[in-house]
């Protein structure tokens, strides 16, 4: 189904970069949507995560024009904040329908604990996801691509080693660099916000 949704997308280029998007980042949309389906106590269905990560990709697919700006760490961001948004609508809207149906009396006697229990408060907070994104695409090609090798696709030192074309036993030495710098970029671009 995505990839008919997808050819919607008149841009080639475009269409072309979602799709990789998509089968490179799937499992990531998914396990970020049943973490969050799991917080709601609402779990055990891994075709309701399915649901949730093609929900987030139509998002996407109707705000091509801001997705096509992004680079390519803003638009894992981006991604798992949409599957995230539309995980946690989900859940709302199913517990004010729960809450509908307890005040008509349907439920009564039910031990409303474990029936639904409303955990939308741990969503309040910003989200540093889109930031961090942001950061990621302020670094070095190399620091960038350490980090994520190691941190997004779980990469072993060897692996990274390969793709980088350096010696194996450099890799925690870039890893550190990277650090490093990820939190020099932080403070800076926190500080040009007038945050830190």
């Not at 705000?63 to 700006?69: E, G, Q, V, Y």
């Not at 960038?144 to 350096?166: P, Q, T, W």
């Amino acid at each position: 189904m995505i990839f008919l949704m997808l050819q919607a997308i008149e841009d080639e280029s475009d269409r072309n970069r979602l799709s990789a998007f998509y089968l490179q980042y799937y499992g990531l949309l998914k396990a970020k949507a049943e973490f969050v389906l799991k917080q709601f106590h609402i779990g055990g269905s891994s075709n309701l995560a399915e649901d949730m990560v093609q929900d987030a990709m139509a998002k996407m697919i109707q705000n091509i024009d801001t997705i096509s700006k992004l680079s390519d760490p803003q638009l894992v961001a981006y991604g798992v904040k949409t599957v995230q948004s539309c995980a946690t609508d989900y859940c709302r809207k199913m517990i004010s329908q729960q809450k509908a149906i307890e005040d008509k009396g349907i439920l009564e006697g039910a031990d409303e604990d474990k029936v639904w229990e409303d955990y939308t408060g741990l969503f309040t907070e910003e989200d540093p996801m889109l930031f961090l994104g942001g950061v990621l695409a302020a670094l070095p090609q190399k620091s960038r691509d350490v980090l994520l090798y190691k941190h997004y696709f779980d990469y072993s030192d060897k692996k990274i080693a390969e793709l980088l074309g350096i010696q194996e036993n450099s890799v925690r030495m870039a890893l550190s660099r990277a650090r490093k710098k990820v939190r020099k970029t932080w403070a800076a671009i926190k500080k040009e916000k007038g945050e830190g």
